[in-house]
């Protein structure tokens, strides 16, 4: 089945860590996203690529890094400089311009 | 800059009761209007995609419209199931980048 795989689902990280959340996606699309959900804020953009090799800073980017190495994949990693990782990430991807973006059932990261 | 905003944040329904949510948003040239539905925990699931003003879509007890300025999403009869958060975005020809609201909570009471 064509889609996008996240893992973990449920990460826990100690204070002045760094970790990385795994995309995967088999849709051949060639759009990425990362974004941070907090109660009551929304979907906010982290990080976006369009093409394999080449990502953009999205709103909130800082403490967060990339990479677009394939084009089936986009790791997030959350570095001990941002100041409140606790929050559900999500990545998407989508087709061509104004086509649908699909979602991965996140990961759900928790500072302890 | 593209803005999306959904009313009413939360509402609460009887089972049967029909409803509408709202979308509005400001673009640069739109390019799709996307409706999600998202349930606790879980990513978004895709739902619709609307293209022009005066164009319809509709999955079972759920129908979206789309204006010049604005989507609504009717649910009609709706049932415990439907509870869930629905997300309305765009993408513009501005930028590719859909751009969300902040999504309408609904519980449906049986």
């Known amino acids: 089945d064509g889609g996008i795989t996240q893992s973990p689902k449920y990460l826990f990280r100690k204070e002045g860590q760094n970790v990385t959340l795994s995309c995967e996606q088999n849709?051949?699309?060639?759009?990425m996203y990362w974004y941070r959900q907090d109660p009551g804020q929304g979907l906010r953009l982290i990080y976006y690529s369009q093409i394999v090799n080449d990502f953009q800073k999205g709103d909130i980017a800082e403490g967060y890094s990339v990479s677009r190495e394939k084009k089936e994949s986009f790791p997030l990693t959350v570095t001990s400089a941002q100041k409140n990782p606790t929050a559900f990430y999500l990545c998407?991807?989508?087709?061509?311009?104004?086509?649908?973006?699909?979602f991965g059932q996140g990961t759900r990261l928790t500072v302890v | 800059e593209d803005q999306v905003t959904q009313s009413p944040e939360a509402l609460r329904l009887q089972e049967g009761e029909s409803s509408s949510l709202n979308c509005s948003y400001t673009v640069s040239g739109l390019r799709g209007l996307f409706w999600y539905r998202q349930d606790p925990g879980k990513g978004p699931e895709f739902l619709f995609t609307l293209y022009s003003a005066g164009e319809e879509k509709e999955k079972e007890r759920l129908k979206a419209t789309l204006t010049k300025k604005e989507s609504f999403l009717h649910i009609t009869a709706p049932k415990p199931e439907d509870s869930a958060t629905y997300l309305c975005?765009?993408?513009?020809?501005?930028?590719?980048?859909?751009?969300f609201g902040r999504g309408t909570s609904l519980i449906v009471h049986p």
């Open positions: 849709l051949n699309h060639d759009a």
């Open positions: 998407a991807s989508s087709g061509p311009t104004g086509t649908e973006a699909f």
């Open positions: 975005a765009v993408a513009s020809g501005g930028s590719y980048i859909p751009t």
